[in-house]
């Protein structure tokens, strides 16, 4: 049940979020936001980490047997972040995919950032997978040089 201060009903909201995510609203969102973070100087390209999170998922095509859970379905959140925590992307797959399996998606998913005026970037000069993630795939992946910002 929504609080009236929504002003609609769970059924309404469920279809304004549903059109929102198809029409691109939530991405140009993130995009803008990390825009004003970039040109404030406020994501820090110096470093980047990799991790991921498993949920139950009952049904839809981004699920999959979770190892964890005793191969009930399930899907898994993969987020790359900046040195502070901030998302730069992040990918929705089954429960049963690896890390190290999603690793370069989610660098090649950092979408151009607008920079603090200072012209193109460079940017994260290394990025940190969790443990799990630790492969040679991983480890070698990250090449200084790499521009993400505009």
């Known amino acids: 049940m929504l609080p009236e201060e929504f002003g609609c009903s769970g059924v309404t909201c ?3 979020l549903r059109d929102w995510q198809e029409a691109g609203v939530w991405r140009r969102l993130r995009q803008a936001l990390l825009d004003r973070l970039g ?9 980047a980490s990799v991790d991921s999170a498993s949920t139950p998922a ?23 972040v900046d040195g502070n925590g901030t998302p730069l992307v992040a990918v929705l797959t089954g429960a049963q995919v690896h890390d190290s399996k999603i690793f ?5 998913g950092v ?15 290394s990025c ?3 443990k ?19």
């Open 111 to 125: 979408e151009p950032v607008k920079a603090q005026g200072d012209g193109p970037g460079s940017g994260p000069k």
């Open 39 to 47: 040109q404030a100087g406020l994501i820090d390209w110096a470093r």
């Open 14 to 16: 469920w279809r304004r």
């Open 132 to 150: 799990a993630t630790t492969t040679s795939t991983a480890g070698g992946f990250w090449t200084a040089g790499a521009s993400r910002r505009a």
């Open 128 to 130: 940190t997978p969790t």
């Open 104 to 108: 370069e998606e989610l660098v090649d």
């Open 58 to 80: 009952k049904k839809g095509e981004k699920t999959g047997p979770n190892p964890v859970d005793r191969g009930r379905p399930g899907s898994k959140r993969h987020l790359l």
